[in-house]
């Protein structure tokens, strides 16, 4: 019962609570499509705005200015190919869009060249100099690269990457199971009430902007006792400067508000494969520049 009030709440709630602070300042646009981004000034207030996190999640450019998308057009195999690039609240992070489905479910994290050998895409990335991590979105690429990189340098090789990945015919995926990623957020038999709230609120009104920013959050644990939430951060969202800011202003401030129980949100450390991906990549790293 208090679930299904829980979900009504949730639905019909009118509050938009902001993620992050700073004025509206980030656009995506391309010949007819524009879409404007915006963030309320109040982090920790509600807004009579009848919408959703999508716009509080957002965040500023460098410059605090609208950032228009670069176009990227390719021909191959006689059609023309467009692929759009969307800055991410990490300056390490870009989104790339080329107008075409990535995931049919769930999302895909790779932190590593030996977890992206199961995707003929993302072995194709992590063969360019100076990427470090890709993430795969519903409909976007989200490439993050190594700091002593530029984007300058790194896009054209990115673009030619997923042009020539789409020209090939290849699968995604070679392994269409389903994703760890995507399971996370199912409510399963043995979730107790708080946990199918805590999973429900990430998967309705906080996981859509965060995609929306190039990344995505993962469930991991609900500890009764102190009241945290342990979640991932994946994609731009992993790494990125402003992430503790989204987390405790954002995230906290949301499930605390609708589920008493929750006291506080953190971080989930990298598991050990991640950790070892990080090392050897960072250990070739060095070993190329010497």
């Known amino acids: 019962m208090r679930r299904q009030i829980f979900s ?16 509206a300042n980030a656009a ?46 390719h021909n191959f195999q006689k059609r023309t190919m467009f ?30 060249a030996r977890e992206a050998m199961k995707s003929p895409l993302a072995k194709r990335l992590f063969q360019i100099d100076g990427v470090s991590k890709v993430f795969f979105g519903a409909d976007f690429i989200t490439v993050t690269k190594s700091d002593d990189y530029n984007w300058a340098v790194l896009k054209p090789d990115v ?17 269409t199971a389903a994703d760890p990623t995507s399971a996370d957020h199912l409510i399963t038999e043995d979730d107790d009430e708080i946990v199918a709230m805590i999973k429900e609120l990430l998967e309705t009104r906080i996981r859509p902007a965060v995609q929306e920013d190039g990344g995505d959050i993962a469930f991991r644990e609900f500890d009764e006792i102190s009241g945290i939430v342990t979640l991932k951060m994946m994609g731009a969202c992993s790494g990125c400067p402003s992430s503790a800011i ?22 989930a450390e990298p598991d050990e494969g991640e950790e070892e991906g990080l090392k050897a990549f960072n250990k070739l790293e060095q070993h190329l520049s010497t």
């Open 83 to 112: 692929i759009q690039t969307q800055p991410t609240p990490n300056p390490t992070s870009l989104m790339f869009l080329p107008g075409k489905t990535i995931m049919d479910s769930g999302s895909q994290n790779f932190s590593s």
């Open 246 to 267: 989204t987390l405790k202003s954002g995230i906290e401030n949301m499930l605390c508000h609708y589920i008493p129980e929750v006291k506080g949100v953190v971080e």
């Open 28 to 73: 995506r646009s391309i010949v007819s499509l524009t879409s404007i981004r915006c963030v309320f000034p109040e982090a920790q207030q509600p807004v009579n705005q009848p919408s959703s996190l999508k716009d509080a999640l957002r965040s500023k450019s460098a410059d605090g200015t609208f950032v228009s998308t670069s176009a990227y057009q």
């Open 159 to 175: 673009f030619a990457a997923i042009t020539e990945f789409y020209a090939a015919g290849e699968p995604v995926m070679y392994d």
């Open 8 to 23: 009504n709440i949730v639905r019909a709630s009118s509050e938009a609570w902001t993620l992050q602070q700073g004025p």
